[in-house]
């Protein structure tokens, strides 16, 4: 069953998303059992379906879970879960291709209870993407008078015997991303290591930037929800600004040491998940139980830093939702360095004209089954969750990336000067 929040979510950004209003955020998470549970495995297969048409899920990061012709030049999809109960955040991915050039109709739909979210995106080539294109596309109008969220969308696309690749949102995997971290660790203050396995036995990778002999620590996390990549390409900005070459950054990585885990989830991200790794557990419900590996091999991690002297002064860990929201911890919880979240926010806010965060403080007593919660009052370092709208432009996300680590590196140098 679909998260009832997604729900109004949805809602909100139909009514309000030209208006003047600012989400609220969803409601409070709640504890769940994060016991490991089995999960449908996709059926990897190019499906030949007739009238010289193919479409494949034989790729990392693919969902594709049936298809059919369902008119001359129709086509629909089927897209179902890794299991249930689950967020709704339908990823879907896959490449089509035709044995001569034409023009189809595609329909994306869901299994009962599911919904439809990522506005679709297209490439020729697998490294840039665009929007399908608006005139051919439309949601499930009878859903949406209801005031329910759509079933199915559908949109017209032009295919021909090379390949073209539909999906979601860009399609990012663990194999991109350690092309990524390989870039970064031949600057000679980066280090990329291992430091554990998925449930699936894939590496877990981390980087490393900055004086190793320093005590004073960041964290960095991002991808435990593999569909999330708008947040991801916001860690990307942050990290590559702290790899910059300016007085700035050298200042900040002669003083401090950076930990970063661009992909926790890989199993997950791989497999096409729509939310969980591989063992079925949304990981950042897990930072209070810790029963999966991903979350128990960052934790021993932390752990073992701190045991050998090291305090870490902030964590942020992104993510990807309907807008552009900012959750901290509650404002009279005091950690290392007290204030520095809010401050980096607003100093943020103040390198990108017209930018107004919308920033949603969790309550008291909210549960540390989170990361950014749990981090906190664990290692006591000034956490939050940083969220990145699906839709929010990419020009954006790279400002606001490079932005917060600016301000963050300032404020951590000289946290009293602000």
Not at 103 to 109: E, H, L, M, P
Not at 261 to 270: A, H, L, W
Not at 349 to 361: C, D, L, R, S
Request: one cysteine or more.
């Amino acid at each position: 069953m679909v998260k009832r929040w997604y729900y109004f979510i949805f809602l909100w950004a139909i009514f309000w998303s030209c208006g003047d209003k600012q989400w609220k955020g969803q409601e409070p998470i709640q504890r769940v059992n994060t016991e490991t549970r089995p999960i449908q495995y996709q059926w990897k297969k190019t499906y030949h379906i007739g009238k010289g048409l193919h479409f494949s899920n034989e790729f990392d990061g693919a969902r594709l879970n049936g298809i059919a012709m369902t008119g001359e030049d129709h086509v629909t999809v089927l897209i179902t879960p890794e299991n249930t109960p689950v967020n709704a955040s339908p990823w879907y991915a896959f490449k089509v291709w035709s044995d001569t050039p034409r023009n189809i109709r595609v329909k994306i739909t869901y299994n009962e209870g599911g919904s439809h979210r990522y506005y679709p995106k297209l490439s020729r080539d697998r490294k840039t993407w665009a929007k399908i294109d608006s005139a051919s596309y439309r949601l499930d109008s009878i859903s949406i008078s209801r005031k329910l969220a759509p079933t199915f969308c559908e949109f017209d696309v032009s295919v021909s015997p090379d390949t073209t690749w539909i999906a979601a949102q860009e399609l990012i995997v663990s194999k991109d991303i350690d092309r990524w971290e390989a870039q970064l660790d031949t600057f000679s203050f980066v280090t990329q290591q291992e430091i554990g396995k998925s449930r699936n036995g894939k590496s877990i990778s981390l980087l490393q930037i900055g004086n190793p002999e320093s005590k004073k620590m960041v964290m960095i996390l991002s991808r435990q929800h593999p569909p999330e990549v708008t947040g991801w390409l916001a860690m990307k900005a942050f990290v590559e600004r702290l790899c910059a070459s300016d007085s700035l950054t050298q200042s900040f990585r002669n003083e401090y040491l950076t930990y970063v885990v661009p992909c926790v989830n890989p199993d997950g991200v791989d497999l096409g998940h729509w939310r969980h790794n591989a063992g079925g557990i949304d990981l950042n419900r897990d930072w209070e139980a810790f029963r999966q590996p991903e979350t128990q091999l960052i934790r021993r991690f932390m752990q073992d830093k701190v045991i050998k002297g090291g305090k870490f002064y902030l964590s942020i860990d992104f993510h990807s939702t309907i807008e552009d929201i900012y959750y901290t911890i509650f404002p009279k919880l005091n950690g290392n360095m007290p204030g520095l979240v809010p401050k980096i926010i607003a100093a943020t806010a103040e390198q990108i004209p017209g930018y107004i965060p919308n920033v949603k403080p969790n309550e008291k007593d909210a549960l540390h089954i989170s990361s950014s919660e749990s981090i906190f009052h664990a290692f006591h370092a000034e956490a939050f969750t940083y969220e990145v709208g699906d839709d929010t432009p990419r020009d954006l996300i790279q400002k606001k990336g490079e932005a917060t680590a600016a301000s963050s590196m300032q404020l951590l140098l000289k946290p009293e000067s602000k």
